[in-house]
């Protein structure tokens, strides 16, 4: 039987995760605010995703708030040796559901004390400097308060591995200056591919590059394309858009989000399919046909 293990190992850092992780988001109400409509399903879920061996997920503290780190607490604790949990720092939560920036230095302890509590460690493993400059995506502007603020809990212990995320290229040399960034965590996926050259870039120097995103978000990806490349291999079409990341570059780390085990499974069980040289180039028509309309 085919492992996610197939689909190889990266570095986070000085962890070496497997390619196929699981992002928490979608475990956290409708708006990723509240409760999950089922608890006993999102706890289900996580405890399958590390049977299957995932040993990198992605969350925040700004999911629910609280609910999703809340849930990967309760489901994986006592937490296994080689489980990376990835988390984001740089927003908090209106009761309204609205995000808002977070960036000043008490915001960012608090934000990262608030991971420790809920997620129950005495360090985090990773933790993304989520950049919110614009609303609306990636928006230059100097990262080096915030990111010294980081620096300052990470020589206090409280944190491992620092990242960025919502990043521009700039963005991420200025960070690199700053301190060692051992991934960049932006919207990234085949209809999506602003980010080319810097996944290239990292690639080459050995950093990992974890897209959000992977299927489309809230509106997963619909193309003719896509379908008709899912067809012909008796694939999903999701499943075609994961596989096609894991064979875009090495250094891509995958944390596909769903709230249904039948999802979950479906996602990991692209650790076994290859896409064909054809098939990736008509894939590499989706975007260009984006960028055209
Ligand atoms: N850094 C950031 O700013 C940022 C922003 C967004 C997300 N993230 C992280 O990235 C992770 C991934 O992003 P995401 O969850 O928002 O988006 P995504 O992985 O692109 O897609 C999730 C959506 O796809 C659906 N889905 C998942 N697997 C499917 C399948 N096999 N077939 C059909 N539909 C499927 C999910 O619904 P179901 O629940 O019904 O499966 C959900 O609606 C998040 O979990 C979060 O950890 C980070």
């Known amino acids: 039987m085919t492992t996610i293990a197939s689909a190889g190992t990266f570095t986070l850092g000085n962890r070496t995760v497997k390619r196929l992780g699981y992002g928490a988001m979608q475990l956290a109400g409708p708006g990723v605010f509240g409760p999950p409509k089922d608890r006993e399903a999102a706890l289900a879920v996580l405890r399958e995703a590390v049977k299957q061996g995932v040993d990198h997920i992605d969350t925040s503290d700004f999911y629910g708030p609280h609910v999703t780190n809340q849930l990967i607490r309760e489901a994986l604790q006592p937490y296994a040796d080689d489980l990376v949990i990835v988390t984001k720092v740089g927003a908090k939560r209106g009761a309204d559901a609205s995000w808002t920036p977070a960036f000043s230095a008490d915001e960012l302890a608090q934000a990262v004390h608030d991971n420790l509590r809920n997620l129950g460690l005495e360090a985090l493993d990773v933790v993304n400097l989520r950049l919110m400059f614009d609303a609306h995506g990636p928006a230059e502007g100097s990262i080096e308060e915030p990111l010294r603020v980081l620096a300052d809990l990470q020589s206090r212990g409280l944190i491992r591995q620092i990242g960025l995320s919502n990043a521009t290229r700039r963005q991420v040399a200025e960070g690199r200056r700053i301190a060692e960034i051992v991934c960049t965590q932006n919207q990234y996926n085949l ?85 064909p040289d054809a098939a990736l180039t008509e894939l590499d028509e989706i975007s260009s046909a984006n960028t055209r309309t």
């Open 191 to 275: 209809a999506h591919r602003e980010d080319d050259a810097l996944i290239d870039e990292l690639a080459a120097d050995g950093i990992a590059y974890v897209p959000f995103f992977p299927l489309g978000g809230f509106s997963p990806l619909q193309s003719e394309t896509l379908s008709a490349v899912a067809g012909r291999l008796g694939a999903t079409p999701m499943q075609v858009a994961l596989a096609w990341l894991l064979q875009r570059a090495p250094n891509i780390l995958l944390i596909p989000g769903t709230s249904s085990l039948e999802h979950l499974r479906e996602n990991l069980a692209v650790a076994s399919l290859t896409l």
